[in-house]
Nanobody, 122 residues
């Protein structure tokens, strides 16, 4: 089993920044270190935000391109999401996910964290 623990959420004003972290533990060698951030706003479906494959290649949702940066520290088994120029529409619960292959489909990711809330006020 892989355990994922997110941190770094909070409340900021529009235009501000936050950095989310996701610490992975457990049998991380059993996965090819594909990891991603998803978010879910109240009343909406969970959506992919950014992903990073085992070779370091990254993918971003159009809504966050140029504002968010995903990265990972393999030595520390930690995933990050740097979020700049935050907008009220970025308000959501943010989840870290891990799996064997990157996909924007949330249902295909086997491991999830508990989430961290990000609230952006105008």
């Amino acid at each position: 089993q892989v355990q994922l623990v997110e941190s770094g959420g909070g409340s900021v004003q529009a235009g501000g920044s936050l950095r989310l972290s996701c610490a992975a533990s457990g049998y991380t060698y059993s996965i090819s270190y594909c990891m991603a951030w998803f978010r879910q706003a109240l009343g909406k479906e969970r959506e992919g935000v950014a992903g990073i494959d085992s070779d370091g290649s990254t993918s971003y949702a159009d809504s966050v391109k140029g504002r968010f940066t995903i990265s990972k520290d393999n030595a520390e088994n930690t995933l990050y999401l740097q979020m700049n120029s935050l907008k009220p529409e970025d308000t959501a619960m943010y989840y870290c996910a891990a799996g064997n292959g990157f996909t924007w489909s949330a249902s295909m990711w086997p491991y999830w964290g508990q989430g961290t809330q990000v609230t952006v006020s105008s």
